[in-house]
């Protein structure tokens, strides 16, 4: 009898719908040209998701893990530090050639659309 009452409980409570979610990659322009001194980081103001990665030396970056479809703000944020780096504790700096406004997810105008599937974006930072 136990086991009859057990199986649709477990039934109703181990399956949830997942949630949709997509790949981005793309690539970084400062005034028309490829731009690779920060990370490139996304987040959605409304469900609070984010994903970010270091920018290549070519200006591409791909974000490996999947993101929920949406409207993402796009920022910049310092690169990801080596163990050295951080063992040396150095202060952290950012590109000052890069305007204010980029550098948070607050004041940056960017914003990149996650749909189903394989998504590309060019990031146009302007100054």
Do not use: R
């Not at 731009?35 to 490996?64: C, E, H, K, R, W």
């Not at 910049?76 to 997810?105: C, N, R």
Request: charged share 15%; with cysteine; proline share 8%.
């Amino acid at each position: 009898m136990a086991f009859t009452i057990l199986l649709p409980l477990a039934m109703l409570t181990g399956c949830s719908p997942s949630i949709p979610e997509a790949t981005l990659s793309g690539n970084v322009t400062l005034n028309g040209k490829p731009y690779s001194d920060s990370a490139v980081m996304l987040i959605d103001l409304n469900s609070g998701q984010a994903g970010g990665t270091d920018i290549q030396p070519d200006g591409s970056f791909a974000i490996a893990d999947p993101l929920p479809l949406g409207t993402y703000n796009v920022y910049l944020a310092p690169k990801a530090l080596s163990e050295a780096e951080a063992a040396s504790a150095a202060p952290i700096t950012i590109d000052t050639s890069v305007p204010d406004k980029y550098w948070s997810e607050h004041s940056t105008d960017i914003t990149v659309t996650i749909e189903e599937g394989e998504n590309t974006a060019t990031i146009e930072l302007k100054s």
